[in-house]
């Protein structure tokens, strides 16, 4: 069960007891009391259903696009300033498995292991990335992951 899904809960069962017990200590007439809490019922009840059928409802606005996406794995570059002239060490070639018509919509990010994503050199068929990371004994993450997304249109 995700976090999301548990705080929902928690969410749905405190409006639900707090709306129980705005009606026990209502102070006003009964008949009042009846109608507000027959209608704060059914808003309830209506906004569920709603979010309940929202959230299962596929996506369209994508549907003109193709979507590319990958997980790569690439050796970050220490970001030093001691040693001189950087000479593009650690640059990665990524090649999109077809090419785009248009320069494609490009979201890249480091997903595990910290630092600095440097994106430049973009084409309709290929992008550079360039990983640097700070100074910090990370023995046991050497590598970083990076997950990219390209949405555009393919050649056919």
Not at 132 to 148: A, E, N, Q, S, Y
Request: aromatic share 12%; with cysteine.
């Amino acid at each position: 069960m995700t976090v999301f899904k548990i705080l929902e809960i928690t969410g749905a069962l405190a409006s639900i007891s707090a709306w129980i017990m705005a009606y026990f200590n209502w102070q006003g007439d009964d008949h009042t009391k009846t109608m507000i809490a027959a209608f704060t019922g059914i808003v309830l009840a209506i906004l569920t259903i709603w979010a309940h059928y929202s959230k299962h409802q596929k996506d369209t606005s994508n549907e003109k696009y193709d979507i590319l996406s990958d997980i790569l794995f690439v050796m970050p570059e220490p970001d030093v300033k001691v040693l001189g002239p950087k000479k593009n060490r650690n640059v990665y070639t990524i090649n999109y498995p077809r090419p785009f018509k248009f320069l494609p919509n490009l979201k890249v990010e480091c997903i595990r292991g910290g630092g600095k994503l440097i994106l430049f050199d973009e084409t309709k068929e290929s992008f550079k990335i360039k990983v640097v990371r700070p100074m910090i004994p990370r023995p046991f993450l050497k590598k970083v992951k990076v997950h990219w997304i390209a949405k555009g249109q393919l050649i056919e």
